[in-house]
């Protein structure tokens, strides 16, 4: 049974990294190939925090809540760090440029030894369970949804469909 439960747990993880890649290249229209990349970052930023300077005076929610604001924040920042010199990429070269970014986070990971080097970050805690990781599972399905099909959804995807006239109509690429 616990078994079963850790498959469950992985597919729910893998279910809301598919719904993220699903924004990027189906709604954005954007090919990228670095999703691993800031995954990897948001994953190893919150396993630092909870092997290395989570307090154990905190309950495990609250450490798992700073965990995951740590590691969005990491992973947005690498995003921007990636996204505004990448801005008027398109196609193929936006797919290398993503692709390049995946496998210098891989190879920053495999040196760094105290986050584990190649042998991979161990010891971390378990502070979350099954019923978390669905509950995340629904509300990122929702908020891609609504996303979807909000205003911001609709510019989105007019962007997709042609730049020129999006902008045309008044839609600034560089914020969307």
Known sequence: MDYFIHLMSIS???IIL?????????????????????WATGAYISGA?????????????VNLLIGIILAMGGSILLGLLVGV??????????AIATLGLGEIVRIAIINIDSIGGPRGFTDIPKWSNIGLIYLAVALTFILLRNLTYSSIGRAITSIREDEIAAESLGINLFKY
């Open 12 to 14: 729910g993880i893998f």
């Open 18 to 38: 598919s719904l993220s890649l699903n924004l990027i290249n189906g709604t954005c229209g954007q090919f990228s190939l670095g999703h691993a990349g800031f």
């Open 49 to 61: 925090y909870a092997v290395y300077f989570a307090p154990s005076f905190l309950p495990n929610e």
């Open 85 to 94: 010199p990448c801005l008027r990429l398109r196609g193929d070269y936006l």
